[in-house]
């Protein structure tokens, strides 16, 4: 009897983490990756030395393989994942999408400030290369983050978490469709991606400082947010959805390699 309880209550709890919501991440592993491989292009080879060195020992010592690092912590160390886990996003959408950091990103805790803060890490060169290298996947990370619309959108639906869709006969959330579906229904491989984007117009950054023009990110991809048609008018999506809004999603990955090697040549070039 006590026997058969247990195999019922491990039943229900088994079904209730498989019907469980599965929570987004920017871009997903190919977005993040792409725009870690985009950065790669333009990096000075100074830079690309001062990265493999900080990347040595690491499972996959390049930028495409830490990529997704900062969303892995909600697994791999669960205590860091909950501390930076608004690192990764900032709600402007309700305020015009105008930063303000005070209102906004109150201790600093959003994507524009930890963009800033771990850009600072990175180039420090009398941190300890463990904190440098901390400060290396992050910056990956959130500067990828911070050029996916939905991740400097509104507050009131968690950034299109709670907007349900359905595309292609499946259930979804806007903000797992800017994430990941778009991209990875499109067929592509990554390097056929890669090559797709690289084709795309590169936009010009030449002159970026430090610290990064994070804000100036956020709000442009907010702006993206707040377009009349970003929100469908339907829960069941139309190809034509897609159609309209894969290219912006496309572009902006583009722009995140931009400015991803824009930040790393900047932190790290000068040593």
């Given amino acids: 009897m006590v026997r058969s309880l247990l195999f019922s209550l491990a039943l229900v709890v088994s079904l209730a983490m498989a019907l469980a ?5 920017a871009w997903g592993p190919l977005g993040h990756r792409l725009v870690a491989l985009l950065a790669w ?3 000075t080879p100074h830079a690309r030395r001062q990265i493999e060195t900080l990347l040595k020992g690491e499972p996959d010592p390049t930028l495409a393989g830490i990529a997704s690092w900062a ?3 909600r697994e791999s160390d669960p205590v860091l994942g909950r501390k930076t886990a608004r690192w990764h996003f900032v709600n402007i959408g309700e305020h015009d999408c105008d930063y303000q950091p005070s209102r906004d990103c ?3 805790n959003c994507v524009v400030e930890a963009i800033r803060t771990q850009t600072s890490i990175l180039a420090d060169t009398k941190r300890t290369r463990a904190e440098r290298l901390q400060a290396l996947k992050f910056v990956v990370h959130f500067v990828g983050d911070v050029h996916q619309p939905l991740h400097a959108g509104y507050g009131r639906d ?5 907007v ?18 778009m991209l ?10 890669l090559r797709h984007l690289r084709a795309l117009p590169r936009p010009s950054l030449d002159a970026i400082a430090l610290p990064p023009p994070a804000a100036a990110w956020a709000e442009q991809s907010c702006r993206v947010v707040t377009q009349p048609d970003f929100y469908p008018r339907r829960a069941k999506l139309e190809q034509t959805y897609v159609d309209r809004h894969l290219p912006i999603a496309e572009r902006q990955l583009r722009a995140g390699g931009v400015a991803l090697a824009a930040v790393l040549n900047k932190a790290l070039d000068r040593h």
């Fill in 21 to 25: 919501p599965v929570p987004a991440y």
């Fill in 41 to 43: 292009d333009d990096l």
């Fill in 71 to 73: 969303d892995d912590l």
């Fill in 106 to 108: 109150p201790g600093g």
């Fill in 158 to 162: 968690k950034g299109g978490n709670d």
């Fill in 164 to 181: 349900q869709v359905n595309w292609n006969g499946r259930g979804t959330n806007l903000h797992t469709l800017w994430d990941s579906r």
């Fill in 184 to 193: 990875v229904t499109t067929g592509r491989s990554e390097a056929d991606y």
